[in-house]
């Protein structure tokens, strides 16, 4: 028979993986008096103390990431876990001098979203050798078959791939499976932004009548100015009516949807990958056809959750799943749960 403790874990990870996080602080007071015992490789008990986490993801100017930061700080304070925050600002090498100057210090377990993978390999090796439990959030940290050896525990991510499938079918079965589009990316060396450019490509290849504007993928390091000057420029390369437009972020999308209005192309339908506040309005609106959800409240919660669970109950390395993805929907005006995103999106809330 298993442990009160250890079956809550598993409730709560299935809960979480589900989407169905609602019922979340009886499942944790269930869990957070447990008394565990410590093995050679296991983090540290902690027992019923407040912990100390440090967390960076991409960069703060996105309201992905921001919204990232709320919910573990919110989460943070229901759970006892004081998390601290280091900026990526969206450049992996001040992302990494941020997380160098702090390998040392005293933490329970560390979350990081890495700017570019393999960027953060080695202070996390560091961590490693002092037993503090690192998670990764959204993009890989490393690849995949050097998660454990680099010193990753796990890796909360969403489907990227699914993402860009899913919007990118939705715009397909939008324009007709003909016509123009463009296609917006995110950073080339990111691996969340390779995954949505290859759910696009495995979409459109069964479009023969698709032509993309500008030959593939523009790449716009998810900077909005970036974006909408690489927009603009394709626009005015064609003076027929571009179909559609499909970005890897509600932010860049929604920094150029103006740049439309009384062109050729302004019936143009547009889809986008995030799915939080500002891009479920804009849906809300008519401004973007759908956009699909990528849950940042979910993956933040579930690293702040799973990590302080990893380290009050003392739990192995090999006892923690490698991966939890975590479920993204699309969402539009007829996909029917547009309402309950913004329930679950809302920042008071942090729950998708």
């Known amino acids: 028979?298993?442990?009160?403790?250890?079956?809550?874990?598993?409730?709560?990870l299935q809960a979480l993986t589900t989407g169905a996080g609602m019922g979340l602080g009886a499942v944790l007071a269930g869990c957070s008096g447990s008394?565990?015992?410590?093995?050679?490789?296991?983090?540290?008990?902690?027992?019923?103390?407040?912990l100390r986490a440090a967390f960076s993801n991409a960069g703060l100017q996105s309201t992905w990431c921001k919204l990232g930061r709320d919910t573990a700080e919110l989460w943070g304070q229901l759970l006892g876990v004081d998390v601290e925050w280091f900026d990526g600002e969206f450049d992996s090498q001040k992302q990494r001098e941020k997380i160098d100057l702090i390998v040392d210090q005293d933490w329970d377990f560390c979350a990081f979203q890495a700017v570019q993978i393999d960027s953060l390999a080695d202070p996390v090796r560091k961590l490693k050798k002092r037993n503090i439990p690192v998670i990764s959030m959204d993009t890989m940290l490393v690849d995949r078959a050097a998660m454990r050896e680099t010193g990753v525990?796990?890796?909360?991510?969403?489907?990227?791939?699914?993402?860009?499938?899913?919007?990118?079918?939705?715009?397909?079965?939008?324009?007709g499976g003909r016509g123009r589009v463009i296609?917006?990316?995110?950073?080339?060396?990111?691996?969340?932004?390779?995954?949505?450019?290859?759910?696009?490509?495995?979409?459109?290849?069964?479009?023969?009548?698709?032509?993309?504007?500008?030959?593939?993928?523009?790449?716009?390091?998810?900077?909005?100015?970036?974006?909408?000057?690489?927009?603009?420029?394709?626009?005015n390369q064609s003076n027929e009516p571009i179909a559609g437009a499909f970005f890897h972020s509600d932010d860049m999308a929604l920094a150029c949807v103006g740049a439309v209005q009384g062109t050729p192309h302004e019936h143009m339908?547009?889809?986008?990958?995030?799915?939080?506040?500002?891009?479920?309005?804009?849906?809300?609106?008519?401004?973007?056809?759908?956009?699909?959800?990528?849950?940042?409240?979910?993956?933040?919660?579930?690293?702040?959750?799973?990590?302080?669970?990893?380290?009050?109950?003392?739990?192995?390395?090999?006892?923690?799943?490698?991966?939890?993805?975590?479920?993204?929907?699309?969402?539009s005006r007829e996909s029917g749960n547009l309402e309950a995103m913004f329930f679950l999106a809302d920042p008071r809330h942090c729950l998708v």
């Open 183 to 235: 296609h917006i990316g995110g950073k080339d060396a990111h691996s969340g932004a390779r995954g949505r450019n290859q759910g696009f490509l495995n979409v459109v290849a069964k479009y023969p009548e698709v032509e993309v504007m500008g030959g593939g993928v523009r790449w716009c390091d998810w900077e909005k100015q970036k974006a909408r000057n690489a927009f603009e420029a394709l626009l």
């Open 269 to 331: 339908v547009i889809t986008a990958v995030d799915g939080q506040k500002e891009g479920l309005q804009a849906v809300r609106d008519g401004i973007l056809a759908a956009t699909t959800v990528n849950p940042v409240c979910l993956i933040h919660m579930t690293a702040l959750v799973a990590g302080q669970f990893i380290v009050r109950n003392a739990e192995a390395a090999d006892t923690v799943p490698l991966e939890i993805i975590t479920p993204g929907p699309l969402v």
């Open 1 to 12: 028979m298993e442990s009160p403790s250890r079956t809550d874990r598993r409730t709560l």
């Open 153 to 175: 525990w796990l890796q909360v991510m969403p489907d990227q791939v699914f993402m860009g499938e899913s919007s990118t079918r939705y715009l397909m079965e939008k324009i």
């Open 35 to 50: 008394s565990p015992q410590t093995s050679a490789d296991s983090a540290p008990a902690a027992g019923g103390r407040r």
